[in-house]
């Protein structure tokens, strides 16, 4: 079953084109500056073929078009024919508390999806849109929707609750959901598969670092607590947004600066996190090199990052009575053997300790990085969200044919 895998966003659609049998990525890339002007396509094929080359692309529906036409492309391409496609498997941001897995697509699920755009106004409207663009693209081809908070729907309500009037939750559903949580499950697979153990009998801390990040605490194959929670912009230190702080704050500000409900928004969301601790960037490698060199906001800036991943691995580990195991995954967490390491560091009393030159040498790869005498095993994983939903797609249409 050949399947293509799109996360359709704002200004851009990823893709990845799988064989779903053999779980390999013939070709994958992106389309960006959708309706901006001057979009681009850029493409890259499992042989190395790559191009990128500027497009029309005024809205989705052509960003997509032209995906498929790069695909069948007789010089980059990897299919003869549009009938090669026999799904679509599609990254939707939020479904609620009612898609606790991944769904086939049908009028009722992309009710279901709309029904969600309050909580994710700057996701699922974009995810509606690729779908939309597909029935017409690809008329007859079955869609499927992978839900980033579905795995998080198994927390008991005293992770997901907040304190605020019960009463919110009941009218406006306010409550933590948990985003990631593709990248969560595979890697947490990954590693009980590299211990040799079935995943629902051991306990995982899954860290997945990137521009956003996250953490997980999954008991016995389950996520029972996760650090981003109502919003993405809860948990972790990330690029540009703040992750954990006294809500009082936002309040002091807003009056002390004057600004609006939006403009708060796009403080906490666009101008915190390492880009407003450092005043430098909200790339951590350029963080990295400027903490090197001694500048003491990007010292500040990397402190403050590793501390607060460091406190939540304490409280994950209380919250399940101990760990077997740590992932660190994402672009961060994949590349950084200095985050790994500072995150990690003072935590020999929870029986976590790394061998530092397999941490050193272990960038974008696959490796266990921990010592000879760690209880807990610690991994470096690279995630691969878009196999899971190739997975999940051929796995949902195959039950109905």
Same mark, same amino acid.
């Given at each position: 079953?050949?399947?293509?895998?799109?996360?359709?966003?704002?200004?851009?659609?990823?893709?990845?084109?799988?064989?779903?049998?053999?779980?390999?990525?013939?070709?994958?890339?992106?389309?960006?500056?959708?309706?901006?002007?001057?979009?681009?396509?850029?493409?890259?094929?499992?042989?190395?073929?790559?191009?990128?080359?500027?497009?029309?692309?005024?809205?989705?529906?052509?960003?997509?078009?032209?995906?498929?036409?790069?695909?069948?492309?007789?010089?980059?391409?990897?299919?003869?024919?549009?009938?090669?496609?026999?799904?679509?498997?599609?990254?939707?941001?939020?479904?609620?508390?009612?898609?606790?897995?991944?769904?086939?697509?049908?009028?009722?699920?992309?009710?279901?999806?709309?029904?969600?755009?309050?909580?994710?106004?700057?996701?699922?409207?974009?995810?509606?849109?690729?779908?939309?663009?597909?029935?017409?693209?690809?008329?007859?081809?079955?869609?499927?929707?992978?839900?980033?908070?579905?795995?998080?729907?198994?927390?008991?309500?005293?992770?997901?609750?907040?304190?605020?009037?019960?009463?919110?939750?009941?009218?406006?559903?306010?409550?933590?959901?948990?985003?990631?949580?593709?990248?969560?499950?595979?890697?947490?697979?990954?590693?009980?598969?590299?211990?040799?153990?079935?995943?629902?009998?051991?306990?995982?801390?899954?860290?997945?670092?990137?521009?956003?990040?996250?953490?997980?605490?999954?008991?016995?194959?389950?996520?029972?607590?996760?650090?981003?929670?109502?919003?993405?912009?809860?948990?972790?230190?990330?690029?540009?947004?703040?992750?954990?702080?006294?809500?009082?704050?936002?309040?002091?500000?807003?009056?002390?600066?004057?600004?609006?409900?939006?403009?708060?928004?796009?403080?906490?969301?666009?101008?915190?996190?390492?880009?407003?601790?450092?005043?430098?960037?909200?790339?951590?490698?350029?963080?990295?090199?400027?903490?090197?060199?001694?500048?003491?906001?990007?010292?500040?800036?990397?402190?403050?990052?590793?501390?607060?991943?460091?406190?939540?691995?304490?409280?994950?580990?209380?919250?399940?009575?101990?760990?077997? @195991?740590?992932?660190?995954?994402?672009?961060?967490?994949?590349?950084?053997?200095?985050?790994?390491?500072?995150?990690?560091?003072?935590?020999?009393?929870?029986?976590?300790?790394?061998?530092?030159?397999?941490?050193?040498?272990?960038?974008?790869?696959? @490796?266990?990085?921990?010592?000879?005498?760690?209880?807990?095993?610690?991994?470096?994983?690279?995630?691969?969200?878009?196999?899971?939903?190739?997975?999940?797609?051929?796995?949902?249409?195959?039950?109905?044919?």
């Amino acid at each position: 079953m050949k399947i293509l895998v799109l996360n359709s966003g704002s200004s851009s659609v990823k893709y990845k084109f799988f064989d779903a049998v053999e779980n390999v990525c013939h070709a994958e890339g992106q389309v960006e500056r959708i309706g901006m002007g001057g979009s681009l396509l850029h493409h890259k094929r499992l042989d190395g073929d790559r191009i990128r080359i500027g497009v029309e692309a005024t809205d989705h529906a052509q960003a997509i078009e032209t995906v498929i036409a790069t695909l069948l492309s007789r010089n980059h391409g990897v299919i003869a024919d549009k009938t090669e496609i026999d799904a679509v498997g599609h990254r939707v941001a939020h479904g609620g508390e009612k898609f606790t897995r991944s769904a086939l697509v049908t009028d009722e699920v992309k009710d279901s999806i709309r029904d969600c755009i309050e909580l994710a106004p700057l996701h699922n409207p974009h995810n509606l849109r690729g779908m939309e663009a597909c029935e017409q693209l690809l008329p007859g081809v079955p869609q499927v929707a992978v839900f980033d908070t579905a795995f998080h729907l198994t927390m008991p309500p005293h992770a997901y609750i907040y304190s605020v009037p019960y009463i919110l939750y009941q009218r406006y559903g306010i409550r933590r959901y948990g985003f990631h949580g593709t990248s969560h499950r595979y890697v947490a697979a990954k590693a009980a598969e590299k211990l040799g153990r079935s995943l629902e009998e051991i306990d995982i801390i899954t860290c997945h670092l990137g521009n956003g990040c996250s953490m997980a605490a999954i008991h016995k194959g389950q996520s029972v607590d996760t650090s981003m929670g109502f919003t993405p912009l809860e948990g972790l230190v990330m690029g540009t947004r703040c992750g954990d702080l006294d809500p009082a704050l936002v309040l002091h500000v807003m009056g002390k600066e004057n600004l609006t409900v939006s403009e708060a928004t796009a403080m906490l969301n666009k101008h915190s996190g390492l880009a407003g601790i450092s005043g430098i960037s909200s790339d951590m490698r350029e963080i990295e090199e400027e903490a090197a060199a001694g500048q003491e906001r990007a010292v500040l800036a990397l402190d403050i990052f590793t501390y607060r991943i460091r406190k939540y691995i304490g409280a994950y580990a209380a919250a399940m009575g101990g760990i077997d @195991a740590m992932v660190f995954t994402g672009g961060i967490g994949s590349n950084s053997p200095l985050v790994r390491a500072r995150s990690l560091d003072g935590l020999d009393f929870l029986g976590i300790s790394i061998d530092t030159d397999v941490n050193t040498k272990c960038i974008g790869c696959d @490796a266990e990085i921990t010592s000879e005498e760690s209880r807990v095993k610690v991994f470096a994983i690279q995630t691969d969200e878009e196999l899971v939903i190739a997975l999940d797609t051929k796995r949902i249409v195959s039950s109905f044919q």
